[in-house]
């Protein structure tokens, strides 16, 4: 059974950091592309950042700059680093490996506001 569980989210002020955390077991990260989404209450999900197999990382041109994603291969975990954070940077973020599947994490939650 393969099981997506991502953690690290939180109530911050605007300008600070947080780091997620998503954790796979039943997949091995390294053979798929991974991603990391978002979505704020009354939107649709959108596409934040893209860690492709080779290494190749994209981002919205919304956190471009401010976000980073990662993996670690041992830990079989993709992170995303969020510095400078804004409230519109407020959503469930969700993580997501997709190769012929496409497998998803529960959420977790963002919040950014002073």
């Known amino acids: 059974q393969v099981q997506l569980v991502e953690s690290g989210g939180g109530l911050v002020q605007p300008g600070e950091s947080l780091r997620l955390s998503c954790a796979a077991s039943g997949i091995i990260f390294g053979f798929y592309t991974l991603n990391w989404h978002r979505q704020a209450p009354g939107k649709q999900r959108e596409l934040v950042a893209t860690?492709?197999?080779?290494?190749?990382?994209n981002y919205a041109d919304s956190v471009k700059g401010r976000f980073a994603i990662s993996r670690d291969n041992a830990e079989n975990t993709v992170y995303l680093q969020m510095n400078n954070l804004k409230p519109e940077d407020t959503a469930v973020y969700y993580c997501?490996?997709?190769?012929?599947?496409?497998?998803w994490g529960q959420g977790t939650q963002v919040t950014v506001s002073s």
């Open positions: 860690l492709t197999r080779d290494g190749t990382t």
């Open positions: 997501n490996a997709k190769q012929l599947n496409d497998y």
